[in-house]
């Protein structure tokens, strides 16, 4: 299906709309997940407490239960110490107890019992305390010796055994939950990720398709220019027309995927915030309760999440670049030239200057011939021209020798050729034109850059009346050289405002 116009427009508004859509969709998915794993811990946590409270208990009633035999035993009134902190500790514990297993949602009959039981405890051992300090010992040893206390610790001890494990039980459950919840997270992050890659690939396949359309209407204009004179207007006003097209397909593509692609970046900072909460909650966890965190939710947690966000933030990040270039270029090519003398010499020499840091740093000289040309032609095209060559010049220089970048000129039939050279890596002779094209790049990729550099320079070499070639082989370097008209050719009206796509 051709490219028009108004399909552009629909395929962006369209993928507009699907990435607001899932942003939106995520947005509100990670808030329930942080919620939910919110109340998941805090209900893992209230079930390690029950079960802390419930041995305190039982530790209170031991330590009643110790100070009565000691005192039966020895008589002696320093026993009953241990046994007197328990009375006093134990009405005050006793109904906080309950009241934590009913707001932990455990059995509140079954508090309410070990409650009872622990008072017929305590009224046990202080019957026999009584008998004793009132002389009557062996009325105290025969009470004991009914076995009615040890029958009352062992339901004591059974009861609070039966809660503990209940606790347990509800504790293994919500850390189950936890670890579902923690997989919620990352198959909503994951899908946020590959939601956003295929946008963005979507984006540049049509791109792509439409920058092929584009050259093979070039081709037919250069095939019409050698048959017939008119045949050579009609198709010049055609390319015309396909270049203006071009420029505002690059406003669409700049304008209508910014909006999407900046909410997917904010909401992306919005899941890096959201995992805080769940990081420190999982600390916690792990503090006061590290049985209870499992290493899945540890690893969804601290490896997975953060994994999986930086897949998407390094997705939008490039994507991001790309549409400042692409909008770059849009602007480029809708500027008005504005013809002035330009004098190479200062001109390239004050390049170098800013870039001297960089050729420091990589051990590298560089050498200016003298008696470059004053040209009249547009200064800020000419700056940007030799300034992307010279930096990618610097930026591809083979460590494994020192580098040298020599920039020399001559002046023939009207034109200027400046020659930028360097000792580089060298490009392969099969990728000296493809370097020149939107998008593409040659050799390793351990170099930033979104494969526009080259593409515009030719543009605006070819827009001041000259061009860029380039001379290269692996290992050898690579000398580039751009011929410009001394005389830029007189400025062509950019395209209007009015018939841009907003």
């Not at 993928?15 to 509100?28: C, H, K």
């Not at 035999?69 to 007197?84: F, K, M, N, S, V």
């Not at 770059?328 to 190479?344: D, F, K, M, W």
């Not at 420091?360 to 560089?366: F, M, S, Y």
Request: proline share 4%.
């Amino acid at each position: 299906m051709p490219l028009t116009r108004t399909t552009i427009g629909r395929i962006s508004l369209a993928m507009m709309a699907v990435g607001f859509a899932a942003v939106l969709a995520s947005g509100l998915g990670m808030v329930w997940l942080v919620e939910a794993t919110r109340n998941f811990a805090t209900g893992v946590i209230a079930s390690r407490d029950v079960r802390v409270a419930a041995s305190q208990i039982l530790s209170i009633i031991q330590d009643a239960e110790t100070g009565q035999r000691g005192y039966l035993l020895t008589g002696e009134d320093r026993y009953l110490e241990p046994y007197r902190q328990a009375i006093e500790a134990l009405p005050r514990r006793m109904p906080a107890f309950v009241k934590q297993i009913e707001e932990d949602g455990g059995d509140a009959v079954a508090a309410r019992q070990l409650q009872q039981q622990a008072e017929a405890k305590i009224a046990e051992l202080a019957q026999t305390i009584a008998l004793f300090q009132a002389g009557d010992r062996a009325g105290a040893m025969a009470l004991v010796l009914t076995d009615r206390g040890r029958l009352g610790m062992n339901a004591i001890r059974a009861a609070i055994a039966r809660i503990e494990a209940r606790s347990l039980a509800r504790g293994d459950a919500r850390s189950a939950d936890l670890v579902r919840t923690g997989r919620l997270l990352l198959a909503g992050a994951g899908a946020a990720f590959l939601l956003m890659l295929g946008v963005t690939i979507g984006a540049g396949i049509l791109a792509r398709r439409y920058t092929r359309a584009l050259e093979a209407a070039q081709a037919e204009v250069t095939a019409a220019n050698s048959s017939l004179e008119s045949r050579v207007e009609e198709r010049t006003a055609a390319l015309a027309a396909a270049n203006d097209e071009v420029q505002r397909f690059a406003y669409i593509v700049s304008h209508d995927l910014r909006a999407p692609l900046v909410n997917v970046m904010g909401f992306t900072t919005e899941l890096e915030a959201a995992v805080e909460p769940l990081s420190m909650l999982l600390t916690r966890a792990e503090a006061e309760a590290p049985e209870l965190v499992t290493p899945e939710a540890r690893a969804a947690l601290q490896e997975d999440i953060p994994e999986a966000v930086g897949f998407i933030r390094s997705s939008t990040q490039r994507m991001d670049r790309l549409i400042n270039a692409i909008l770059r270029l849009s602007r480029e090519g809708r500027r008005n030239l504005q013809p002035e003398a330009v004098a190479l010499q200062p001109l390239i020499e004050g390049i170098v200057a800013t870039l001297q840091h960089q050729i420091d740093e990589a051990g590298a000289t560089i050498q200016v011939a003298p008696g470059l040309p004053v040209i009249r032609s547009d200064r800020l095209a000419v700056e940007q021209i030799f300034g992307n060559l010279v930096d990618n010049a610097v930026k591809y220089l083979n460590p494994a020798r020192p580098g040298r970048i020599t920039i020399r000129s001559r002046t023939a039939r009207g034109h200027v050729v400046v020659e930028v050279e360097d000792n580089g890596r060298g490009i392969d002779p099969k990728d000296h034109s493809r370097i020149f094209e939107l998008f593409r790049r040659s050799g390793r990729q351990d170099r930033p850059g979104e494969g526009i550099g080259l593409a515009h320079v030719r543009a605006l070499a070819r827009r001041l009346g000259g061009d860029v070639e380039c001379r290269s082989a692996p290992g050898l370097g690579s000398t580039f050289r751009v011929t410009l008209a001394l005389v830029a050719p007189a400025n062509t009206q950019p395209p209007s405002p009015e018939d841009s796509i907003a």
